[in-house]
């Protein structure tokens, strides 16, 4: 039966494997399989139940949608690997295919913007982002400051992210752009 515990005003879903697979739309045996080629990191354990969360269902949303997108089983191993020895957003895009081009900022209408991010606009993200200085106001128009930060950014809410924990990783990537690989990967 699907583990809900409170913890610091966050829910945290727990799902034992079958459960896990179900939510994935994955057979077991496939959930096993990613788990023993480190594709999904190790479930949290109490005796011999295996318990995982919302961040295992988030990487085998993005495991899915890569393999849909045509990589292979092996790409999307080194991608995993990228994130956890905490390459840059621009390394990883290398990886993906993503070809990355100079800084442009992006206007938008506020429809626009809520169409990126399907659901997760809120005041709180908006504030977040404002004061990240991601979003800027100009007139009715929103100005995103980067093209390819805004199509990361919709690209992981799209797979499972949460908007708001991409924008805290954002946060903390503050100074220290080297480690933004390492928090995404604590996330997903």
């Known amino acids: 039966m699907e583990k809900e515990e409170t913890r610091a005003k966050t829910t945290v879903r727990e799902y034992r494997t079958e459960e896990l697979a179900e939510a994935a739309g994955i057979p077991v045996r496939t959930l096993r399989f990613y788990r023993e080629r480190k594709l999904l990191p190790p479930p949290r354990r109490e005796g011999r139940i295996a318990w995982y969360d919302d961040h295992h269902l988030a990487r085998l949303r993005t495991i899915a949608a890569l393999l849909e997108r045509g990589h292979t089983l092996g790409g999307i191993a080194e991608l995993t690997a990228a994130f956890e020895s905490g390459r840059d957003v621009g ?26 991010f399907e659901g997760e606009v809120t005041p709180e993200n908006l504030a977040a982002a404002l004061d990240l200085g991601y979003l800027a106001v100009d007139g009715d128009a929103i100005v995103h400051v980067s093209r390819r930060l805004l199509d990361v950014s919709s690209a992981l809410v799209r797979e499972g992210v949460p908007l708001a924990a991409v924008l805290e990783t954002g946060h903390g990537g503050r100074g220290a752009p080297g480690g933004v690989g390492r928090r995404m990967n604590a996330r997903i």
């Open 91 to 116: 390394q990883l895009g290398e990886l993906l295919g993503i070809g990355w081009s100079e800084e442009t900022p992006v206007r938008l209408t506020p429809e626009a913007l809520a169409d990126y």
